[in-house]
């Protein structure tokens, strides 16, 4: 059972959530192949219907029909039927993660006209930039009937059908309406979902969230069916999170909201913690290096006491975002090797996330116990 995921724009985070939501689910990931955004993965059991709505970071999937030879492509394809619908006009698209392009989109053309079908190729024509640098192309229009990829593997090349795509309308639907919003500090639950994959969180198990704000996190999770406690200092917040979570009708059952510090509130039992603690000021201009040091510092400090104070709690990983300060043309991040000393932790992850006019981005932690020797 071979599957294409098409990684967004940061796809060295998509990859660890993919790889971590696949752990977690105890679908083994037999064998995995990267070429650009695209990542194949030979999975032990198949993939249900609609997984895709899982994921926060990843673009689309899509299922491996036959390993094809290039030289003999008509061989190895005319046997395949292509398109299942009964209108006889088609609009199809090509993901290409191949040299081969120009080949499957020549044979394509041919066997559609063999069959008599009014086909029209779609081009990819919206681009996602990429945090690496370059762009992603991804279809722009919902006309298409089908979408085909092909994939350049290590000695073979892989043709296959999208078959799951995000509903990003109904991610921002729910994003814009609920009751209440706080822009300026809201993590998008796009990056919400990747956090949770990241941890691990299994259904049912406890999340905890000691950063929660207006719960955006904790309403993605819920939604996976995951039971949460989100923990915030600021009464007005946890306020928002209430209304916030009322709003979405969430059974009152499988979450609790405290307005508490998190370095000091005790006793609260989880899986996990996933969250987006406090970045620092909302910054309109570049800081200096020593405002970045100082945020860093108490950033530092904020998120020794949360995970020391959690710790004897916590069975699973510890996942939180934190400040990625824009100096000039570098970036200053937290020291990593502190927190693990003075937590006991080790480092599973840490991958950067940011965008280049954004003066403070993220780097996101993924934290182990440490396994005793
Ligand atoms: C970046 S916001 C979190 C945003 C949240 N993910 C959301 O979508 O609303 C950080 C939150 O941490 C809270 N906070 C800061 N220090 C805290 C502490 N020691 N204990 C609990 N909450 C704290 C702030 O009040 C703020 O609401």
Redesign the pocket.
């Known amino acids: 059972m071979k599957y294409l995921f098409v990684l967004g724009r940061n796809a060295i985070l998509s990859k660890a959530e993919v790889f971590s939501y696949f752990e977690k689910e105890e679908n083994k990931i037999l064998n995995s192949e990267e070429n650009g955004n695209g990542l194949l993965v030979e999975l032990t059991h198949p993939l249900p219907l609609n997984s895709i709505r899982f994921f926060g970071g990843v673009v689309a999937i899509g299922e491996v029909i036959s390993e094809v030879n290039i030289k003999e492509l008509e061989k190895d394809l005319d046997k395949i039927n292509l398109y299942s619908g009964t209108e006889n006009k088609l609009n199809y698209a090509l993901w290409s993660f191949s040299e081969n392009f120009d080949e499957f989109q020549d044979y394509l053309k041919a066997r559609f006209k063999k069959e008599k079908l009014k086909a029209t190729l779609k081009h990819l024509t919206r681009n996602v930039d990429l945090q690496s640098g370059g762009k992603l192309e991804i279809p722009s229009s919902k006309l298409i009937d089908e979408e085909f990829f092909i994939f350049d593997g290590k000695g073979k090349t892989f043709f296959g059908k999208i078959t799951q795509n995000p509903d990003y309308s109904k991610m921002e639907e729910r994003d814009m309406e609920k009751p209440v919003r706080?822009e300026s500090?809201?993590?998008s639950p796009r990056l919400?979902k990747i956090l949770i994959n990241l941890s691990k969180v299994k259904k049912d198990e406890t999340l905890i969230?000691?950063?929660?704000?207006?719960?955006?996190?904790?309403s993605e999770a819920l939604l996976l069916g995951i039971k949460v406690i989100g923990?915030?200092?600021?009464k007005d917040?946890i306020n928002?999170?209430k209304q916030n979570l009322e709003w979405f009708k969430f059974k009152k059952e499988n979450y609790k909201l405290l307005n508490?510090?998190?370095?000091?509130?005790g006793g609260e039992k989880g899986s996990a913690i996933a969250?987006?603690?406090?970045?620092g000021k909302t910054l309109k201009k570049m800081p200096t290096k020593n405002e970045a040091k100082k945020t860093l510092e108490s950033f530092e400090n904020?998120i020794i006491?949360?995970i020391n104070n959690f710790k004897g709690n916590i069975s699973g990983r510890i996942v939180f975002s934190s400040p990625y300060i824009r100096i000039g043309k570098e970036r200053l991040k937290c020291n990593i090797e502190k927190i693990l000393e003075k937590t006991g932790y080790e480092l599973k992850y840490e991958i950067p996330e940011y965008r280049e006019n954004q003066f403070v981005g993220r780097v996101i932690y993924v934290l182990e116990k440490r396994v005793k020797k």
């Open positions: 706080r500090l809201a993590i919400s969230d000691p950063f929660c704000g207006i719960g955006v996190l904790l923990i915030d200092k600021d917040a928002g999170a508490s510090d998190s370095t000091k509130v969250t987006e603690p406090d970045l904020l006491g949360v």
